[in-house]
């Protein structure tokens, strides 16, 4: 079946940098735009990243314009985000999501960054 | 950017009620709206996109309507597992997203 499975997360200090990856499985990763979406402790989800089905374009939340990079290896299935000069209020639960031009029918189970000294 | 207010921010029902949770869109997004499901601990599940389309395997007592700026969820007979918070997103501005704040379902 469709499955996306987080990994890469933990504690880091601020300033600090930290690369999460998604390994999806069960459809043609290939074909598909990913997102990364993000949501803090007791609060709302918030859309950070997109990258098309090629990574041909890719697309930020302006929070975290040019601290982060989304990528892809679609040999390995695999999407990425690297996320540098990290702040206490870049900690979330991290969740890769497909794409279906624009909501979101299959999401990971997330992977929790935590930015604290 | 589009802002997406959510009301109410919380609710409290009972086991066969009908509720309905509205959001709206600073602007106008036709009917590029999703309605997403979460329960603690658990990632989002997308319940219904294009503003009114049922997600597969999603149950018929799941419902949406609305378009330009105003949008709402109806459940039309709460279970015992719908008590869960429900996200509204828009998708107008694709591929960049918005959610709305969010609903907590409550059992009253």
């Known amino acids: 079946q469709v499955q996306l499975v987080e990994s890469g997360g933990g504690v880091v200090q601020p300033g600090g940098s930290l690369r999460l990856s998604c390994a999806a499985s069960?459809?043609?990763?290939?074909?598909?735009?990913m997102h990364w979406v993000r949501q803090a402790p007791g609060k709302g989800l918030e859309w950070v990243a997109f990258i098309r089905y090629d990574g041909s374009n890719k697309y930020y939340a302006d929070s975290v314009k040019g601290r982060f990079t989304i990528s892809r290896d679609n040999s390995k299935n695999t999407l990425y985000l690297q996320m540098n000069s990290l702040r206490a209020e870049d900690t979330a639960v991290y969740y890769c999501a497909k794409d279906q031009r624009g909501y979101i029918p299959v999401w990971g189970q997330g992977t929790l960054v935590t930015v604290s000294s | 950017a589009i802002r997406m207010t959510q009301s109410p921010s919380s609710l409290s029902a009972s086991t066969g009620d009908r509720v309905t949770i509205t959001c709206r869109a600073s602007q106008g997004i036709s009917s590029y709206l999703a309605w997403y499901q979460q329960k603690p601990g658990k990632a989002p599940k997308l319940l219904i996109y294009a503003a009114s389309t049922l997600q597969s395997g999603v149950p018929s007592r799941f419902s949406g309507s609305g378009s330009g700026t105003d949008f709402t969820l109806t459940i039309s007979c709460l279970q015992s597992e719908d008590f869960a918070t429900y996200y509204c997103?828009?998708?107008?501005?694709?591929?960049?997203?918005?959610f709305g704040q969010g609903t907590k379902l409550e059992i009253k």
């Open positions: 069960g459809f043609t990763f290939s074909s598909y735009g």
């Open positions: 997103q828009q998708y107008y501005s694709y591929p960049q997203g918005t």
